[in-house]
Each structure stands twice: as structure tokens, then as C-alpha cells.
């Protein structure tokens, strides 16, 4: 099983769309106010991390992806339990700003790494801060320059700002970095700004064809370099097209991709804090291998690319902070994603089919904190 553990709720950045949305003034949702939040979960860790390691002593093979927050405010917490939790691999998503804050030896532990980083320079400022492009970078190179040989992977968002083309080409393929991956979410449908925003225009008119235009220029690498681009919203569901295997939420929420709240409690997702009604237990007395599942429902049931997208976000399903008219936007990007794919499903076959690339090309950790459909 795959777990996201919360080490802390705090974060050394407040990201314009994140943290700073806590500032704004926001629509009202029906759905928000429905759902009933603990208010008194800790900020901080709270219990002792020997009841963590006999609970993951039941999986067989369990992952444990670092989370917070940031979680790196916590390296001690991390520096112990990498050197002590009976665990099959080690995940972590970071800012990337606290890197140089591990021994290489605990860093090189880790088999997959997601920095948060949003393109260019000056766009990553823009929407983190000045000066983190150039402080994560110099983390990045010195972890590279120390050993690591891991899964790196620039875990991006996606807002009106973000020319998707430009900013995940540049992302691949930048000598200045390392990343092996790219992988993004768009900022849509988790908070309730969609009156504030020009996401129709920017969706029809940006993101969409962009889309089309990666997909055909993810292929034509394919052709030419005999390689596959690990760019996550393409393959995951390519692996799954071409095996025809139909997929649940392809993050795992729910039924794959648990998360451990601060005071234990296990929670379908690392982003419903507190939202206690769905829990499904609690690390001192539950089984990993027997936790209950979380389905999506509703509107999504009845959807003809259910199995394709899987529901694309839990907690968007459950919140619904836009209104419908919104979140069938939303959906339009993921149809349009699909449809991108399915059309460039024939040439991949014929590309495996002539030797140029391989079935085990797409091959992937599952449920590596990737959200997998934007």
C-alpha cells in the first residue's frame, strides 16, 4: 500500500495559488459547507512514530511518501524515520528550498523525489516567491551532484499564466536541471475562486490546444529518439490504453494512496485534512492491507471516459468549490486530453509494433503522488 504521511501543516512559502488563497475573498459553496472539518487536528505530528512503524509492520511492501505542509520544516522527523520505519520505498513532495537540509545518505534513500517548480524563472517567482527558482535549483543540482539517482520529477501548476507548451518543454528538456519527469495539475476546481478567474477563455484558447500540440509532439520524440518522455498525464493512461486496463482515481485516493493525518487518523487523500467523516481508521489499531475504499460517485458514474480519467480529484468530487458550469470545464480539459490520446494511440502501437519504442518504455511507479490527470 501507498501512504502520504503529514509531518506538519505549516509551509515556509505561501504560493499565489495555495496558501494566498486563504487571503482572498472567495464564492460561497454549497458543498464546502457540508463537509464537517476537525478543527482541532495538530499542526504538528502528534503521535509517537513507533505506533506508525508497528501499523506499516502489517503491509507487506508499504510506501511512504513525506508530505505537508512541507514537509522538509520536519527533516529531523524525516532523517529518523527513513533511518527506522520498516518500509519498502521512500517518496517525498517538497518546495525543493530545504533540500540541503538531509544527509545525502538519507536523500539517496529516496526513490522518487517531486519538487514543486511551476516553468521558467520568472514564472515560478511569480507564483512562489522571489527567489526560489534559483534556490531550488541550487538544491536540485547538489543533490544530483551527491549521489542521487532517483526519480526527479518537476511537479508543476498550472494556472492562466502557464503557456503549458513552452513551460513543459522547457521543463523536459533545460540542461540546467535534472529532472527525469514532468508532471502537472491544474489549478481549477479546489478552491471557490472561479468567479475571480478567466479560466474558460484561457482553457479554450491556451490549454487545450496545447495539449494537442504535446501530445503530437510527446509522439514525434517517440519517433525520432526512440525514447518515451516520462510526462506523466500521458503516461499513465497510454500504459493503460495499450493494455486496455481501465483505471479508479489514477492517484490512488481512496483505494490505493492512503494518507495519515497528524493525529493518526487515515484519510483517503493528503488533501482532506480533517475531514473526518472519511476516514477510513487509525494507525494504531488498522489494518493497511484491509483499509475501507472511497468512490467516486454522483455525476461521475455515468461518464463514457469514467474508466479513463477515474474521477480526476476526490476532494474537488466531494467539495465542488465551482459551480457545474465550471466543473464541466474542468471536465472539458480532461475530454480533450482523452481524445488527444486516443488519436495518438494507433501511431504509438505502430511505433511499438516496428521496434522504435517498447511496451516496458511506459512502464512507471503508480501512485507516486503524481495526480496523473490534470
Known amino acids: 500500500m501507498y501512504f502520504h504521511l503529514i509531518l506538519t501543516d505549516n509551509c515556509n512559502l505561501c504560493c499565489s495559488y495555495c496558501r494566498a488563497k486563504a487571503f482572498l475573498d472567495l464564492d460561497e459553496s454549497e458543498g464546502e459547507r457540508a463537509v464537517e472539518i476537525d478543527e482541532n487536528i495538530p499542526i504538528e505530528l502528534a503521535y509517537d512514530p513507533e505506533v506508525l512503524y508497528s501499523f506499516l509492520r502489517k503491509d507487506p511492501a508499504p510506501t511512504l511518501t513525506f508530505y505537508g505542509g512541507e514537509p522538509l520544516l520536519r527533516a529531523d522527523l524525516i532523517e529518523r524515520i527513513v533511518r527506522e520505519a520498516p518500509v519498502?520505498?521512500?517518496?517525498?513532495?517538497?518546495?525543493?528550498?530545504?533540500?540541503?537540509?538531509?544527509?545525502?545518505?538519507?536523500?539517496?534513500?529516496?526513490?522518487?523525489i517531486l519538487v514543486s517548480l511551476d516553468g521558467r524563472k520568472e514564472l515560478t517567482d511569480a507564483n512562489r516567491g522571489e527567489g526560489v527558482y534559483d534556490r531550488v535549483m541550487k538544491n536540485i543540482r547538489q543533490i544530483r551532484a551527491n549521489g542521487y539517482t532517483g526519480e526527479l520529477i518537476a511537479r508543476m501548476t498550472v494556472t492562466e499564466r502557464t503557456d503549458i507548451v513552452d513551460t513543459v518543454h522547457w521543463l523536459s528538456g533545460n540542461p540546467d536541471h535534472s529532472f527525469t519527469s514532468v508532471h502537472w495539475q491544474l489549478d481549477a476546481n479546489f478552491a471557490g475562486d472561479f468567479s475571480q478567474r478567466t479560466f474558460a477563455e484561457w482553457a479554450a484558447d491556451s490549454y487545450n490546444p496545447g495539449i494537442r500540440t504535446l501530445v503530437s509532439d510527446w509522439v514525434d520524440h517517440m519517433e525520432s529518439a526512440g525514447e518515451v518522455l516520462r510526462w506523466y498525464p500521458f503516461l499513465d493512461p497510454m500504459?493503460?490504453?495499450?493494455?486496455?486496463?481501465?483505471?479508479?482515481?489514477?492517484?490512488?485516493?481512496?483505494?490505493?494512496?492512503y494518507s495519515i493525518m497528524t493525529d493518526?487518523?487515515?484519510?483517503?487523500?493528503?488533501?482532506m485534512i480533517g475531514m473526518k467523516q472519511y476516514y477510513v481508521g487509525h494507525i494504531r489499531d488498522a489494518d493497511p492491507c484491509r483499509l475501507g475504499r472511497i468512490d467516486i460517485k454522483g455525476?461521475?458514474?455515468?461518464?463514457?471516459?469514467?474508466?479513463f480519467c477515474g474521477g480526476r480529484c476526490l476532494y474537488s468530487h466531494i467539495t465542488r468549490p465551482w459551480d457545474e458550469s465550471g466543473r464541466h470545464l474542468v471536465c472539458e480539459t480532461v475530454e480533450n486530453l482523452h481524445t488527444a490520446l486516443t488519436n495518438a494511440l494507433p501511431r504509438v502501437r505502430s511505433l511499438i509494433s516496428d521496434g522504435t519504442i517498447t511496451p516496458g518504455d511506459f512502464v512507471h511507479e503508480k501512485f507516486n503522488g503524481c495526480e496523473i490527470i490534470p
Open 264 to 271: 493518526g487518523h487515515i484519510a483517503p487523500c493528503p488533501v
Open 299 to 307: 455525476e461521475c458514474s455515468a461518464c463514457h471516459i469514467r474508466t
Open 88 to 112: 519498502h520505498r521512500f517518496m517525498m513532495q517538497t518546495n525543493g528550498l530545504l533540500l540541503d537540509r538531509l544527509p545525502a545518505d538519507i536523500i539517496n534513500r529516496f526513490t522518487t
Open 239 to 257: 500504459e493503460d490504453m495499450l493494455l486496455d486496463r481501465k483505471s479508479l482515481l489514477r492517484c490512488g485516493s481512496g483505494h490505493a494512496n
